[in-house]
C-alpha cells in the first residue's frame, strides 16, 4: 500500500506520494480539478527548516520556482530518507560542510589563479623591484659567490687578467664599484658583467683591437653595467619567476641560492636596447671626464661589426650586446655632449701594448 503525506500546496492541502526519483504532489486546483505534479529530486534546490514548519524548494526545468510546506516529521523523515542521495536532504552538518567545501574550492582557485597570474606577468616586474631593493654590500656579496660559481668553469689567462686590472686602474673610471676584471681564454669573442664588480673578459674579444681607445671603450660599456645595476636586474628579470617560487616558499637565502646556481647564464644574459643605450651613454661619460678618446666607443662598435661578418670565431658578444643603427646613431649624436679630443693618459698607451705583447 501506498503511503501518503498531507502537505500544503499553491495555499491549498495537498497529498504527497514519493518514489526513488520524484516526489509526486496530488491538489485540487481553483476549478475543483484534481490536478498532479511530479518533482524530479535533481530539481529539488533545498529544504528548509522553519520555527512553524518545514518548506521544499523546487525549481522548473523552466526556471520557475515553487515551494511545498509541511509539518509532519514522518514527511520530513521519509523525504532525507527517500533522497538520501541528493544535496537538498543532508543533514544540517552536511549542508554546512559542503557549503564550507565550496568556499574553500573557490578560495583556493581564487589563491592558485592569483599566483599563476604573478608567476607569468607580476614576477618579471618585480624582480626589477627586488633588485633595485638590494643593498650595494649584498649586491658585492651576491656578486662574489656568482663569480665564484662562473669562473670554475673557465681557464684564466692570469698574465692578461694582471695587465687588464692594471689598465683599468690608469683610466681612472668612477664607478662606485669595485671593479675587477679575470681575463679568460675562449675562442668566443665575448664579455660579461657580474652584479657588484666582476668583468669576464674572453681573451678572443681582445684580438683585433688596434688601440687603447677601443679597450677603454669595452671596459667602460662593461663597467657601466655594473654601476647601472644592469646585469643584476637583468638577471632578476630572467630568474624572476623561479625566485618568485623561492620568495613563496622559502627566504632571502633562498633567492641567493637561485643566483648563484643559475651565475652561468650572465655570459649570455641579454640586454636591451635601452640598457645598450644607457651603457654606452655612460661609457661614454666615464671616457670623456678622464680624457680618453670618446671616438674609440665608435671604433669598437665597428671592429665588433666587422668581427660578425663570416669571421670563424663565435661572436657571442654581439647576441647579447646587439650593435643596431639607432644605437651607433646614438653614440655619434653623444659625441657632441662628449666630444673627441685625444687621450692625454700615455700610461694606457705603454700598458695597452703590454697587453699584446702576452699574445
Known amino acids: ?205 681582445l684580438d683585433n683591437m688596434k688601440t687603447p681607445e677601443e679597450l677603454a671603450a669595452l671596459l667602460g660599456h662593461e663597467a657601466s653595467h655594473v654601476e647601472l645595476r644592469h646585469s643584476l636586474n637583468g638577471l632578476f628579470r630572467n630568474l624572476a619567476r623561479q625566485m618568485f617560487l623561492a620568495l613563496i616558499i622559502g627566504s632571502d637565502s633562498g633567492i641567493t641560492s637561485v643566483l648563484v646556481e643559475n651565475a652561468d647564464k650572465l655570459k649570455g644574459l641579454q640586454y636591451s636596447r635601452e640598457l645598450e643605450t644607457n651603457a654606452d651613454d655612460n661609457g661614454l661619460k666615464l671616457m670623456y671626464e678622464n680624457k680618453v678618446d670618446t671616438e674609440g666607443m665608435v671604433r669598437l662598435m665597428n671592429l665588433l661589426n666587422d668581427a660578425s661578418k663570416g669571421q670563424g670565431t663565435v661572436v657571442n658578444f654581439l647576441s647579447t650586446h646587439p650593435v643596431f643603427e639607432k644605437r651607433v646613431a646614438n653614440v655619434k649624436e653623444q659625441l657632441k655632449k662628449y666630444p673627441s679630443t685625444p687621450t692625454t693618459n700615455t700610461a694606457l698607451q705603454t700598458t695597452f701594448h703590454a697587453i699584446y705583447e702576452n699574445f
Open 1 to 205: 500500500m501506498t503511503t501518503t503525506y498531507s502537505a500544503s500546496f499553491n495555499n491549498g492541502p495537498a497529498t504527497v506520494i514519493l518514489s526513488t526519483v520524484t516526489l509526486t504532489i496530488r491538489y485540487t486546483d481553483e476549478h475543483n480539478t484534481i490536478q498532479e505534479e511530479h518533482w524530479l529530486g535533481d530539481h529539488i534546490q533545498q529544504l528548509e527548516t522553519t520555527p512553524t514548519g518545514n518548506i521544499l524548494h523546487y525549481r522548473y526545468p523552466s526556471g520557475a520556482t515553487s515551494t511545498l510546506r509541511f509539518s509532519d516529521p514522518e514527511l520530513l523523515k521519509a523525504i532525507k530518507k527517500n533522497f538520501s542521495h541528493q544535496k537538498f536532504a543532508g543533514n544540517a552538518p552536511a549542508r554546512a560542510f559542503n557549503s564550507l567545501l565550496s568556499k574553500l574550492v573557490l578560495i583556493t582557485g581564487i589563491i592558485c589563479g592569483l599566483i599563476l597570474i604573478g608567476y607569468i606577468w607580476i614576477a618579471p616586474w618585480l624582480g626589477g623591484k627586488v633588485a633595485d631593493s638590494f643593498s650595494k654590500e649584498t649586491e658585492i656579496s651576491i656578486g662574489q659567490q656568482m663569480y665564484d660559481a662562473t669562473i670554475q668553469g673557465y681557464k684564466i689567462d692570469t698574465a692578461k687578467t694582471r695587465l687588464l686590472n692594471q689598465f683599468y686602474r690608469e683610466l681612472n673610471y668612477k664607478t662606485g664599484y669595485p671593479i675587477e676584471i679575470t681575463v679568460v681564454q675562449s675562442p668566443e669573442v665575448n664579455a660579461f658583467a657580474i652584479p657588484g664588480g666582476h668583468i669576464v673578459v674572453y681573451d678572443a674579444i
